[in-house]
Nanobody, 126 residues
């Protein structure tokens, strides 16, 4: 059974850092793209970053580029999202998702993703 477990959210002051983890089970990261999405109430869930380790591709939403870094530890079957220089507008529920995609560029659009983890809340205070 494919499962994704997102963790690492919390409350942080503006300018601070958090590292989100997405632990995968039931599949190996080599065969999937992993995406990170976030959602605030009343807005669409937006794709902010993704990675496909077999293809080597990464994507970042412009607003998080140079602040967020996505990485994959295939030995631990876990994808991380290091978030630095956090801003209040980064506050959201963050989700990770998996797309069946061996050696393909990852996608930012949520429609591509087959499996979703539960969200983890990130709150950035000003």
């Amino acid at each position: 059974e494919v499962q994704l477990q997102a963790s690492g959210g919390g409350l942080v002051q503006a300018g601070g850092s958090l590292r989100l983890s997405c632990a995968a089970s039931g599949f190996t990261l080599d065969d999937y793209s992993i995406g990170w999405f976030r959602q605030v109430p009343g807005k669409e869930r937006e794709g902010i970053s993704c990675i496909n380790s077999s293809h080597g591709s990464r994507y970042y939403l412009d607003s998080v580029k140079d602040r967020f870094t996505i990485s994959s530890d295939n030995a631990k079957n876990t994808v991380y999202l290091q978030m630095n220089s956090l801003k209040p507008e980064d506050s959201a529920v963050y989700y990770c998702a998996a797309e069946i995609a061996y050696n393909r560029a990852c996608h930012r659009e949520r429609a591509w993703y087959n499996y979703w983890g539960q969200g983890t809340q990130v709150t950035v205070s000003s």
